[in-house]
């Protein structure tokens, strides 16, 4: 008896391919999902109305107790710091790339040598060379959280500096951190007193290896139009007609350059400074006798923008803590639907040629 066995060498043919798919599929037709299943899961993807695919299934479940080890780290992909093939756009140089209101609990020393922890939203960048894609955002965050815990000074916040410029690669860098900080304030004649509410910024920046410290206050007090008081008054004085000056809710943002040479400059002295310069700062607590006070205060203290400029100058200019600074005021018009502003600088620090458009609308008091 002669047996003739295939040729199994020979490579197969396309018609051999057909013939071997059409037999397979009227097998998997008829067989149990056990029995497709222990011979390949893939076959059944030959039968009619199973979705055609080559992408292999994919686990629904939450892999809880996977431990990422750092074998398998080191095989993640990382493409904000691929090669420079991966540049988008020109291949120019960024001064400024990080995160933005990243937010934590901060403490910070009072200058009665108390502590208080306040919620700080922070700001931090780094310079990117134009021949790097990007930078590990993440690892700004985790600077700070390595930090957290102590209170903060300049010296801490450069030191935080120090260890993302390392951490990142960069060569220049900017630190913000902005809070809203309590003080005790009395009111001016009942003997009440509350807590008014001071917005401030830190803000360390170096700069081809030049360092500077930066304090930025808003202040908020009422401005009594010197003009309109004396209009007022001549209606009452020839005419007998009651008539009342105008006065309005007004902002200065003063930023000033640090001199610790000259001793620590504490928040609350840079408050005493303004309120020096313009006093009419607004009321916390008020009955009747402290209104009718601010009222006597703001006739002894008129004031227009140009005015309570040069006044926060007059007073930055006595300190010898203070480098540098800049005065931008906001009178927010009660007569007039616009407001009236102004903008001082001294030293070359705060010194620009243009302004952000919307600088002026950031100086509203929202309370």
Known sequence: MNIHLSDIERDPTRDDAETALALLRQWA?????????TLDPAVEKLLKGQPVSDYPDLSRSYPADFQADAAYKATLPDLQNGPTSLIRGARQQIQHVGISNFRLPIRFHTRDNGDITLETSITGTVSLEAEKKGINMSRIMRTFYKRAEE?????????????????LESFDARIQMRFSFPVKVQSLRSGLSGYQYYDIALELIEQDGIRKKIVHLDYVYSSTCPCSLELSEHARQTRGQLATPHSQRSVARVSVEVDHKGGCLWFEDLIDLCRAAVPTETQVMVKREDEQAFAELNAANPIFVEDAARSFCEQLQKDVRIGDFRVIASHQESLHSHDAVSVLTEGQTFAVESLDPKLFNTLFHVG
């Not at 037709?29 to 299943?37: D, H, L």
């Open 29 to 37: 037709s008829s067989a149990t999902p056990t029995e497709i299943a």
């Open 151 to 167: 209170t903060f000074s300049f010296e801490v916040i450069e030191a935080a500096l120090d260890d993302y410029k390392t951490d």
